[in-house]
């Protein structure tokens, strides 16, 4: 049985296509996205003027882990998951800060790379 705070969303396998990326938060899997609502919420959290300001910000490659969680929970609410920054940083998030971290950099490639978000050598895309 699923808890409240939990989507069916993360049952599914994530397209990358859509910018969804998948991780396993918590011992479950769940699709994060970067969705318009999501990117303004990261706006303002950053408080950034524009996409293109917030995205020199995370290029910058200094991030806290303050920043992992603003992200992190902007990317679960727009997989469809309803959960908070304050549910989140409860929660682990497989392979620790490396891991947490790696589903931040896929999250942000797939959101504002060029083309599929594919990087040289990841293998296929997804159909």
Known sequence: MRSAGESLV???RANRRRGEV???I?????????????LA???TSF???SLADLGARFASGRLKAVDLTRILGAGLRGGG???SDEDLADMAVEGGLAGAAAVVRDLLVVTFAPGDGQ???EGSPDP
Do not use: P, W
């Open 26 to 38: 918590d011992g479950h899997r769940r699709i994060l996205c970067l969705t318009l609502g999501a």
């Open 47 to 49: 408080g950034v003027d």
């Open 119 to 121: 990087q040289k050598g």
């Open 22 to 24: 998948e991780a396993m």
């Open 41 to 43: 919420e990261l706006e």
């Open 10 to 12: 993360g049952v599914g």
């Open 81 to 83: 998951n309803r959960l």
